[in-house]
């Protein structure tokens, strides 16, 4: 998907407490900031400049103490960018498999090899890595994915190619994005919207209302923010492959933070008994990103503030949504006979 950018600094200092109008509003108030030029790096776990992750496997990270920075409100400090280390959003069940029956020339010259040779599913339960569908489910799966490339129904467009939020998991692998904390709250900034995590205990919202990355709840258990998601509109696909659940989907987050506050693993349990025959396990793997690492417009879309003097800081790019644009509800490439 192609983007226009252009760089901002957020004024998210009164997002503390506001409704989500609010922190709409106060997303808006940006200030154009002068360029600069990121340090470079050497870290061997960085891809390549411009690049998209494409790690062939990750550790597991357990749930325990957490032994790191923590801010005044006794919250883990883990306050950052970060982004997926295995893959984008063409394929949810084969990340770096590409889009099946993607007619592009450059897909159809592709070779995969080996299935094992890859990143694993972010199914990681069940074992196959499948989400396991109800036959209509599957059914539709499949109708969606035909459709993505002949999209002459409007259901079969991607509601990312109409700027619509990507939603809960694919905003965590679509673009880097940045975590921010404030006492009461956990904020996601993503490039296609934000997510607001209240740690207040405060219930959920009623069920009739339906939001397009659900209504989250958290807490912290050592390294590991719980999260309790409801009210999901469902709308948002999980991947250019149709995946989806139902506004009937239930969230169970766990995002699992390691003790040099590098890496995060999201593990949630998506339960939804209209879509699937059983609760699946969804794992997606993350790490941190800093003005040490190469500049990546994918991953990491900054340059290094204009603060002589100070600490360095990373001033981010909006990335303004075009409509319709590549790769989104296209049609199907003709063929020649």
């Known amino acids: 998907m192609g983007e226009s950018f252009m760089t901002t600094t957020e004024s998210v200092q009164t997002m503390v407490r506001l409704s989500v109008a609010a922190y709409a509003l106060a997303l808006a108030s940006v200030a154009v900031a002068q360029q600069g030029q990121p340090a470079p790096s050497t870290r061997a776990a960085s891809p390549a400049a411009d690049g998209i992750a494409n790690e062939k496997s990750f550790a597991a990270i357990e749930s325990g103490k957490w032994t790191g920075k923590r801010l005044p409100d006794g919250q883990p400090d883990v306050a950052g960018d970060w982004s ?29 090899g080996p299935r094992e040779e890859r990143a694993p599913s972010r199914v990681s339960d069940p074992a196959d890595g499948e989400l396991p569908y109800q036959p209509w489910a599957r059914a539709k799966q499949q109708e969606f994915a035909v459709g993505f490339f002949n999209a002459v129904k409007p259901e079969y467009i991607e509601p990312l190619a109409r700027c619509a939020p990507s939603g809960i998991p694919k905003s965590l692998y679509w673009h880097g994005y940045e975590i921010r904390q404030y006492p009461g709250y956990v904020v996601f900034l993503f490039g296609s919207g934000w997510r607001i995590i209240h740690l207040d205990g405060k219930p959920h919202l009623p069920a009739n209302i339906k939001l397009w990355n659900g209504d989250s709840r958290g807490h912290w258990e050592g390294n590991t923010l719980v999260v309790d998601v409801s009210n999901d509109n469902s709308k948002a696909r999980f991947a250019r492959t149709g995946d989806f659940a139902s506004e009937n989907v239930h969230i169970e987050e766990r995002y699992i933070f390691s003790s040099d506050n590098k890496r995060y693993n999201y593990v949630a349990t998506f339960t939804d008994p209209t879509v699937y025959t059983r609760p699946v396990t969804v794992t997606i793997p993350a790490r941190r990103w800093t003005l040490d690492d190469p500049k990546n417009s994918w991953h990491f879309p900054v340059v290094a503030a204009n603060n002589p003097g100070e600490q360095p800081t990373a001033d981010h790019f909006e990335r303004i949504c075009v409509e319709n644009n590549g790769a989104f509800g296209q049609l199907a490439v003709p063929q020649k006979n």
């Open 84 to 112: 997926n280390t295995i893959a984008n959003h063409d394929n949810f069940t084969d990340p770096q498999g590409g889009i099946p029956g993607d007619p592009s020339p450059v897909a159809r010259s592709r070779k995969l």
